[in-house]
């Protein structure tokens, strides 16, 4: 789960990381006090769920799909636009005048840059803050590293950058620093990072401080990314993190009931908002338009694999796992079915636990209750498969079955094809 930078920096606060003074507002009008009790010079920055705001653009909802193909195609057009004419998602003023200007222009707009995708991402809070006069901009970031089963420090002195844009053009320049889970963070590894950075006396120990925080509130709230892009050394020599990315391990958050309550549904993928609403549990939206219904993540896999290597594309991943009331297959096909893009769905069951005649009198329900609207294809084995065959057959479905999975797939393709 991701939160708002203003959530972050709120939450960074709280573990010693300095952040710009400033809060969040809805309307033009709390904007411009915000600015007032700030003395006015400050940055207002759209809040949504995405970065590259400030390289983005503001548009209106039916044109943010011509805009985003503008933004990847032409990356020209959206450089820099931060300290120049003002159009992006993060804006300088020089007033409380200006302030409350600038989130009028942000506010209930939609924000497109190349991270929100072609839907872009609606405005609906702005962050006032102090503006600062940066001298040097850094990338820093905490992250999960799976396959060492420990933290990892990243860090480059091309902040303000997308750290994959570094990764890409020189890796070199990116500095690297496991921690070990069983010690925790320890003051040599901010010695080390500040020098690697450059940053020496002062700004060396600010750096330190600033990054032991940051590890404890990442390790404190099973984050799996805290990133501070840029982290930055003012002209007056405050280090202090002028943007904050957080992101929760989903799996870790009910042990901490005051992040779960920072989430923003508005933010997540719609489908995803309602499969876990209705308790389908492990759904995952995908670009294609063949959907799958399929009991085991690795069976779930394979089936994604195997409409691919049919010439398909999955609409979705879904591990229905052992169904017990076929009222959760209604569900998954109620999500499945509010895909505009899908044309055809594949349920593969492989009866263990699960009880074949379960999803077959799931499929039969939602037919009743939903009424299926794109050709279904099913590959059923396993556990009570002749109750299930009876059951379909009684309800004279009209649906297309398969043998083996690599049938089922191909026939998915077609239907979807044909649809
Ligand atoms: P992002 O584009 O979504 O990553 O948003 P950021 O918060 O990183 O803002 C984009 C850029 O705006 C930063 O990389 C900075 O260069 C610039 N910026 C943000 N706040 C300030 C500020 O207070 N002063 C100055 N000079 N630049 C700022
Ligand atoms: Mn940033």
Known sequence: ????????????????????????????????????????????????????????????????VAMFERLINDPESNEGQVRGERVGGVRLASTAEEAEQEAANILGKHLVSIQTGPEGKFVKHVLVEEQSAVDREFYLAIIVDGAQAAPLIMASTEGGQEIEVVAAHDPEAIVRLPVNPASGYEPYIGRTLAARLGLVGEQASALNKLVGGLYRAAVESDASL???????VTEEGRVLALDAKFTVDDNALFRHQDLADLRDKDEEDRLEV?????????????????????????????????????????????????????????????????????????????????????????????????????????????????????????AGLDVIRAESLGEAAEKAVAAAGAA
């Open 1 to 64: 789960m991701k939160v708002h930078e203003y959530q972050a920096k709120a939450l960074f606060a709280q573990f010693g990381v300095e952040v710009p003074g400033g809060s969040v507002a809805a309307t033009p009008g709390e904007a411009r006090a915000i600015a007032e009790e700030l003395g006015g010079k400050v940055v207002v920055k759209a809040q949504i769920h995405a970065g590259g705001r400030g390289k983005g653009r503001l548009v209106s909802e039916g044109e943010t």
């Open 226 to 232: 805290a990133e501070i892009n840029p982290l930055v």
């Open 274 to 394: 309602l499969a876990d609403d209705l308790g389908v549990a492990n759904f995952i939206k995908l670009d294609g338009n063949i959907g799958c219904i399929v009991n085991g993540a690795g069976l779930a896999m394979a089936t994604m694999d195997s409409i691919k290597f049919a010439g398909g594309e999955p609409a979705n991943f879904l591990d229905i796992g052992t169904v017990n009331d076929p009222a959760r297959v209604v569900n998954a096909i109620r999500v499945i079915s509010e895909d505009p893009s899908v044309k055809a769905i594949l349920v593969n069951i492989f009866g263990g636990m699960a009880r074949v005649d379960i999803i077959a009198q799931g499929v039969i329900n939602a037919e009743k209750e939903l009424g299926l609207d794109v050709p279904v294809v099913m590959r059923l084995v396993g556990t009570n498969l002749a109750e299930g065959e009876q059951l379909l057959s009684e």
